[in-house]
């Protein structure tokens, strides 16, 4: 840290004096501030050398873990639909529709063009199909 000092010091009033008693001799402070350039100096402790202490690697015990095995279940076989399907097929692009459209053709299934897909005939297949009609084509199954 540096070390700040203050001096003051006077001058002395001018040495032609005037006669007039408005202006009287007026004598000046200064305060001038001088900085010291001393710099703190800190100094470390020698430590000694630590005495080797002799560290022992931990014992590690082994242990036995018993899997119980998983039984993996197949994927549900797919139901034979009975009635009329229709097979609806992606002939035009999705990109740039409405967004209902974009989502009635990814719950119909269809992602890609020239992409087919199975669904049952019935009312709300058809329902989906009148939304994106102008997309897709349609055609029936026994």
Same mark, same amino acid.
């Given at each position: 840290m540096?070390? &700040? %000092?203050?001096? &003051? !010091?006077?001058? =002395?009033? $001018? *040495?032609?004096? !005037? $006669? #007039?008693? *408005?202006?009287? #001799?007026?004598?000046?402070t200064k305060t001038t501030t001088a %900085?010291? &350039?001393?710099? *703190? !100096? &800190?100094?470390?402790? =020698?430590?000694?050398? %630590?005495?080797?202490?002799?560290?022992? =690697?931990?014992?590690?015990e082994e242990v036995k873990v018993e899997v119980a095995p998983v039984e993996v279940k197949a994927a549900p076989a797919k139901k034979a639909v009975k009635g009329p399907q229709l097979q609806i097929k992606l002939v035009k692009s999705k990109s740039g529709r409405l967004?209902?459209?974009?989502?009635?053709?990814?719950?119909?299934?269809?992602n890609k063009i020239n992409q087919t897909v199975v669904k049952p005939d019935n009312a709300a297949t058809r329902g989906m199909i009148f939304v994106v009609k102008h997309l897709v084509e349609v055609t029936e199954i026994k």
């Open positions: 540096a070390e &700040t %000092k203050k001096t &003051t !010091t006077k001058t =002395a009033a $001018t *040495a032609k004096k !005037t $006669t #007039s008693a *408005a202006k009287a #001799s007026t004598s000046s %900085k010291s &350039t001393t710099k *703190a !100096t &800190t100094t470390k402790k =020698a430590t000694a050398p %630590k005495a080797a202490a002799k560290v022992e =690697a931990p014992v590690v967004e209902k459209q974009i989502k009635t053709l990814t719950a119909l299934g269809l």
